[in-house]
């Protein structure tokens, strides 16, 4: 069973710095790209950024670009996205998910962790 | 930016009967759409992709269609369980996924 469990989301204020991690199980998780995607409170869905199942290409919406980096370690089965001169528009709940299929671009999402919630206020 | 634009933004539909709701994509984005569920409190859930190939254990009521910018996603018999939030996504764009707003289904 594919599980992904987000953590490390807490409350922090403006200008301040954050590790989310995401820890999965249940398959081969060195075989595919892994997203970020975050929902404001009461809001939609906005993708925010994708590793490839190597980790050589990283991929980010405009709205973080050059303040979050995303990162994973294939020997702990381990996604991360670290979060730095968070704003208050930050705030949000912070899902991991997962591409579809193994090593190809440009498929959608299968399997979504519960999120972590990143409060950024002070 | 591919903008992905969902209507209505709530429809109110009564248990047993069809919904029918609507995604358009600003540029083509050929069949590379999907459909999620979000219950409140709950992850998304993948309901439809590739416009309208069900994803495994997706029950036989909900079916999508269409290619190009417009798309629809319809139920045909609305179960309780089936009241929820429902969002479509382009994957054609990559790296640049995108979302629609959203569609608040309740009951009537």
């Known amino acids: 069973e594919v599980q992904l469990v987000e953590s490390g989301g807490v409350v922090v204020q403006p200008g301040g710095s954050l590790r989310l991690s995401c820890a999965a199980s249940g398959f081969t998780f060195d075989d595919y790209t892994m997203h970020w995607v975050r929902q404001a409170p009461g809001k939609g869905l906005e993708w925010v950024s994708l590793?490839?199942?190597?980790?050589?290409?990283?991929y980010y919406a405009d709205s973080v670009k050059g303040r979050f980096t995303i990162s994973r370690d294939n020997s702990k089965n381990s996604l991360y996205l670290q979060m730095n001169s968070l704003r208050t528009e930050d705030t949000a709940l912070y899902y991991c998910a997962k591409a579809s299929l193994p090593m190809v671009r440009g498929v959608h999402f299968d399997y979504w962790g519960q999120g972590t919630l990143v409060t950024v206020s002070s | 930016e591919i903008v992905m634009t969902q209507s209505p933004a709530t429809l109110s539909v009564s248990p047993g009967e069809r919904a029918t709701l609507s995604c358009r994509a600003s540029q083509s984005v050929s069949s590379n759409l999907a459909w999620y569920q979000q219950k409140p409190g709950q992850a998304p859930r993948l309901l439809i992709y590739g416009a309208s190939t069900r994803a495994t254990g997706i029950p036989a009521r909900f079916s999508g269609s269409g290619s190009g910018t417009e798309f629809t996603l319809t139920i045909s018999s609305l179960q309780s369980e089936d009241f929820a939030v429902y969002y479509c996504?382009?994957?054609?764009?990559?790296?640049?996924?995108?979302f629609g707003q959203g569609t608040k289904l309740e009951i009537k």
């Open positions: 590793i490839s199942w190597d980790g050589g290409s990283t």
């Open positions: 996504q382009q994957y054609n764009n990559w790296p640049k996924y995108t």
